[in-house]
């Protein structure tokens, strides 16, 4: 039997002889390792950019019985451990994989605990992977120079075929953050704009590219310099997977516009982001990181830019891309003025609304006709377009196809890249559309063009307000609005850009609050929110949810075209979700409200969802009578 502390370096080739040989009795079901787990030692990839590794007999099954199994490796002190799974086949015998077959992680390299440096009995693992390679992490890393895989397999034997990765050593230097750490704290940083210094950096979560620990609050605080604002992007951020509000989340990302946390907030983040992208109004910015959960993330990465404002001088991050092909990757505010009628940058530092129209409109457009157009927002502003006039030529009434004809296509920036949303054509108006962040970008093309085609005309604005009329905008959150009934009784809801497509990647909390013996009811005249019941990540759903508690991740979702929905509060606190993701569309929903008092409440119980496509319930929610109906009527 092998001693953690005698285990040998070994090649590849050789480890997988050694272990058919391999007789294991020990089992460890605690936190920490077994401290005469037999042990495989990675410390070089000999020479190659990745080194490999696999279970025993891969990619025949692994025999059962394997009770302890440790795969260590030992990266240089200045070093970290990245291991990806590019296979990966582990049977599942339980949720939780804590019996049968299981693979435990040890990250901390001893960092914490009682023992001595480097992975031993007094380490504690930091998750536990089985099932397929959908269930494993993109990758894992170390948080020191030491990581370590305990491979266990129970006395079931299955056809699982185990797993093959590869492993690298990283230096940890490529992770250091460009601002200067505030003194006698762990994870809060300053940066500030200052003449011949370079005028973009990184930050990143603690530890990153490994997890995060739990109960930490960093803060990133960007200053500028005057005449500046500041550009972010998360490239990539990792919390929790999954689609839960944010207000149901322990661990968020906060973007404040401003130096304290009292200012606006522009974004939230609490999911798994890539390439999100914030811009500030002014010259400075918080960024507030708070993790509290018991299974934290890899983290985020981030860059910062501090960027000209748009009436200065010319600002390096402009690369006006000629075809619309190559992604606009750092559209920046300082664009002067068009290069043409036909090639316009629409900035809202310069103006927060206005008109766009095709060339010679009304009168028809030239043939072959390209025109771009680029519109930047800044901080909790949305690009909102409406069209007011739309008639492009059509070269036969039997197509459909907006790619062979004259056609408007909008794009938007998703993940980071450009990516088209829609494309428009014939004579068809179509309906108001709103940016999912402060990039929009819209390119025509008229090939065709008869004396018919008057092109287009659109009117343009930036919105704070998401296109949502009613309400009281709170500044806490990206979107949220309040509804009180001691302002108003009744009134009208409505999803953001009702009744054009709501925009994606958004979400918007609505909160409403009646007199201690008030309830409130909403009947919708009007619910197209894209998904498949129940509504879940898995199905790629956007989705519509009712709580009566400000958090609250267990009450039924809705989605799809329902075409009878009423909802009643059970107490004088109702918060309904909206939440839409990044791939399609609908245009969302409409709903009238009321606060009633309880003597005015007659219920009936609500019809459960999954006997009825049409009626809706949550807990303790009910559905009104007719006599309520009535009411309503009565009131609009």
């Known amino acids: 039997m092998l001693k953690m502390e005698g285990c040998k370096d070994m090649k590849a080739s050789t480890v997988l002889i050694l272990l058919l040989h391999l007789s294991l009795h020990t089992v460890d079901e605690g936190h920490a390792i077994n401290p005469s787990c037999t042990c495989v030692r990675f410390t070089s990839t000999y020479g190659k950019e990745r080194g490999t590794f696999s279970s025993p007999d891969y990619p025949r099954a692994y025999p059962p019985r394997l009770d302890c199994l440790l795969y260590t490796f030992v990266a240089a002190p200045h070093e970290i451990v990245e291991i990806v799974f590019t296979d990966f086949d ?38 536990v992977l089985c099932g ?53 704290t762990w994870c809060d940083y300053v940066f500030n704009s200052q003449p ?58 906060k973007v404040f516009d401003g130096r304290t946390s ?26 507030q990181f708070t993790a509290n959960s018991n299974m ?80 930047l927002a800044r901080g909790r502003e949305r690009v909102r377009l409406v069209f007011e006039d739309f008639s492009l030529q059509r070269i036969s009434e039997n197509i459909i196809d907006c790619e062979s004809m004259d056609s408007l296509d909008v ?105 201690e013996n008030e309830r409130v009811h909403l009947q919708f005249t009007y619910f197209d929110v894209e998904g498949v019941f129940p509504c879940e990540a898995v199905s790629a759903s956007d989705y519509v949810q009712f709580s009566s508690q400000i958090i609250d991740s267990k009450s039924q979702r809705h989605c799809g075209q329902i075409k009878e929905l009423q909802m009643s509060s059970d107490k004088n606190f109702l918060r309904i979700t909206f939440k839409s993701n990044d791939r399609l569309d609908g245009t969302g929903f409409r709903a009238d409200y009321i606060f009633l008092r309880d003597s005015e409440m007659h219920s009936i119980t609500m019809p459960n969802s999954e006997d009825s496509g049409t009626s809706h319930h949550i807990s303790n929610i009910v559905l009104l009578t007719c006599v309520i109906d009535v009411i309503l009527i009565a009131y609009r």
């Not at 606006?264 to 400075?284: F, H, K, Q, R, W």
């Not at 006006?320 to 992604?327: I, L, Q, R, V």
Request: glycine share 8%.
């Open 411 to 515: 794009f938007l920036y998703v993940d980071g890249r450009l990516e088209k949303m829609a494309s428009f054509c014939g004579n068809d108006t179509p309906k108001p559309i709103m940016s999912n962040g402060p990039k929009m970008s819209i390119e025509f093309r008229g090939v065709y063009s008869s004396r018919y085609s008057r092109g287009f005309k659109i009117s343009y604005s930036f919105v704070e307000d998401y296109g949502i009329a009613t309400g009281n905008q709170l500044l806490e959150f990206p979107c949220a609005f309040v509804f009180n009934s001691s302002e108003r009784s009744r009134g009208v809801v409505t999803s953001p850009n009702y009744p054009g497509l709501y925009p994606r990647d958004t979400e918007c909390n609505y909160f409403f609050y009646g007199d």
């Open 90 to 127: 582990i049977y599942k015998e339980h949720l939780d994989c804590i019996q049968g077959d299981y693979i435990k992680v040890y990250s901390e390299g001893g960092i914490q605990g009682p023992g001595p440096p480097g992975i031993n009995e007094y380490s504690a693992w930091s998750r």
């Open 262 to 287: 009292t200012a606006p907030v522009l974004a939230m983040l609490c999911n798994e982001v890539i390439g999100y992208e914030i811009l500030s109004t002014g010259a400075d910015l918080l960024v």
């Open 132 to 184: 397929s390679r959908a269930d494993t992490p993109p990758a894992l890393y170390s948080h020191g120079p030491l990581l370590a895989l305990e491979l266990h397999t129970g006395a079931k034997k299955s056809n699982a075929t185990g797993f093959i990765g590869t492993y690298r050593f990283i230096d940890r230097r490529n992770f250091e953050i460009d601002g200067v750490q505030v003194p006698d």
């Open 196 to 253: 011949n210094r370079p005028a973009h950096g990184r930050f990143y979560s603690p530890r990153y590219p490994s997890s995060y620990p739990s109960n930490v609050r960093c803060t990133y605080h960007f200053n500028a310099r005057q005449h500046e604002r500041i550009k972010l992007v998360f490239e990539e951020s990792f919390l929790q997977k999954g689609d839960e509000s944010c207000l149901n989340r322990a661990d968020i990302i």
């Open 296 to 375: 934290p993330g890899q983290g985020f990465k981030a860059s910062y830019q501090f960027q000209m404002e748009d009436n200065s001088s010319a600002d390096a991050d402009i690369n006006k891309k000629s075809s619309m092909n190559e992604a606009i990757s750092g559209l920046g505010p300082a664009v002067s003025a068009a290069t043409s009628s036909c090639h316009q940058v629409f900035s809202s530092d310069r103006s927060k609304s206005g008109k766009l129209t095709s060339p010679l409109h009304p009168a028809p457009y030239p043939q072959k006709t390209q025109c771009h157009y680029d519109f």
